[in-house]
C-alpha cells in the first residue's frame, strides 16, 4: 500500500511539475507574443513620426518659399516707393518753379523798364507757359 502512495505522489508531482512547464511555456509565448506586439507598435509609432517629419519639413519648405517671395516683393515696393518719392521732390521743384513763374507774370509790367513798347510787354505777359511731355522725366 505505501508503494501504491508513493506511485501516486510521484505521478501526481510529476503532473504538477509538467502542469508548471506548461504554465511557464504559455507564459514564455505570451510575453513573446506581447514583445512582438509592443515592437510593431513602436515601428507603427515610428513610421508615422517619419511621415510626420516629411510633411513638417514639406510645409516649411512652402512657407520659406512664400517668405522669400514676399520679402523680394517687399523690397520691390520699397525700391518704387524710393523712386515715386523721388519723382514727387522732383515735380514739387518744378511746380514750385512754374509757380513762381506765373507769378512773376502776373506782377504788373513797368512798360518803360522792361520793354520800350507797351504792346511788347502786353505781349508777353499774357502768354501761358506751355509745357511738353519731353519736360517731365522719370
Known sequence: MA?????TTS???????EEMNQRKRRRMISNRESARR?????????NDLMTQLSQLRSEN?????SINMTTQ??????AENLVLAAQVTELSH?????NEIIAFM????DAG?????????????CQPILASNDMIMY
Open 73 to 78: 516683393h517687399c523690397m520691390n515696393v520699397e
Open 3 to 7: 508503494s501504491c502512495s508513493v506511485t
Open 38 to 46: 509592443s515592437r510593431m507598435r513602436k515601428q507603427k509609432h515610428l
Open 106 to 109: 502776373k506782377q504788373p509790367v
Open 113 to 125: 523798364s522792361w520793354f520800350p513798347d507797351d504792346s511788347l510787354s502786353y505781349l508777353y505777359a
Open 11 to 17: 505521478s501526481g508531482g510529476s503532473d504538477l511539475v
Open 61 to 65: 519648405d512652402r512657407v520659406m518659399a
Open 94 to 98: 518744378r511746380l514750385r518753379s512754374l
